[in-house]
């Protein structure tokens, strides 16, 4: 049986690849979004999924992630970049440009376009867009578990 091992970077470019086909193939989902969120940060989405409760908040686009080791887990609502077009052309590498209109499609082009050429993490775009999705007093400012 034949392995291949890829560098930690290499895994970063494939999930962003894949992710982007992905965008293409399946229709905009919250679930797909946090999938694309965790893979442009390269950290995990520990939802232990053992519950109800835990499978909806990954349908919802929720996850609980760990950013800095000593942040410690926080339940984050993320964008809904493969349903509205301003998050997704977000993700676009600087000075890419896409003429689609369609949400889905700009996603996997800007993943695809990431992976190809390397390009770093979005952390601050992306804490920009979180920050802006997030409206107080409404389920997102939740502390501990969703829902």
Known sequence: ?????????????????????????????????????????NIIDRNPLINDQ?????????????HCP????????????????????????????TFYRDARKVCATALQARALANEPPLFSLLADLRAEYFTPNTKNSREGEPG
């Not at 890829?6 to 979004?33: M, N, T, V, W």
């Not at 000593?70 to 440009?97: N, Q, R």
């Open 1 to 41: 049986m034949d392995a291949f091992l890829f560098p930690a970077k290499q895994h970063i470019k494939l999930d962003l690849y894949g992710l982007g086909h992905r965008c293409l193939r399946e229709p905009a989902s919250r679930r797909l979004d946090g999938e694309i969120y965790c893979a442009l940060h």
């Open 54 to 66: 835990l499978l909806q908040a990954r349908e919802d686009g929720e996850v609980l992630v760990e």
């Open 70 to 97: 000593s942040d410690g887990l926080a339940w984050i609502e993320v964008p809904p970049f493969t349903a509205e077009l301003k998050y997704a052309e977000a993700l676009l590498p600087e000075g890419l440009f």
